[in-house]
């Protein structure tokens, strides 16, 4: 399995950006689909982006279309997820995924995941 560190939460105004960071160890990360899940304290987790091993094909929640984005850079073993217009509603703990896969319009998560970090939204 990879292992993955996430980084770049923090404490942000309604309205405002943050850009997560996950960096990925091992030599396999440019061949693995990598995705963005968060769960909100007393919810399940739900997956949240999913970018392709190349990165020529992104995927989006229906309540993060237009407002995220995920990108990678796999020389830097590195996926990221740029969030505008946070809302309150997007204060969770983000955990980023690889090598998870589509079940018809449900995402899997694969074997390998961060820690997380932590994002809080006020109003």
């Known amino acids: 399995q990879v292992q993955l560190v996430e980084s770049g939460g923090g404490l942000v105004q309604a309205g405002g950006s943050l850009r997560l960071s996950c960096v990925a160890s091992?030599?396999?990360?440019?061949?693995?689909?990598m995705a963005w899940f968060r769960q909100a304290p007393g919810k399940e987790r739900e997956w949240v982006a999913y970018?392709?091993?190349?990165?020529?094909?992104?995927y989006y929640a229906d309540f993060v279309q237009g407002r995220f984005t995920i990108s990678r850079d796999n020389a830097k073993n590195t996926v990221y997820l740029q969030m505008d217009s946070l809302k309150p509603d997007d204060t969770a703990v983000y955990y980023c995924n690889a090598d998870g896969h589509f079940r018809g319009a449900d995402y899997i998560g694969g074997p390998s995941w961060g820690q997380g970090t932590q994002v809080t939204v006020t109003s």
């Open positions: 970018i392709t091993w190349g990165a020529w094909r992104q």
């Open positions: 091992g030599d396999a990360f440019a061949s693995y689909n």
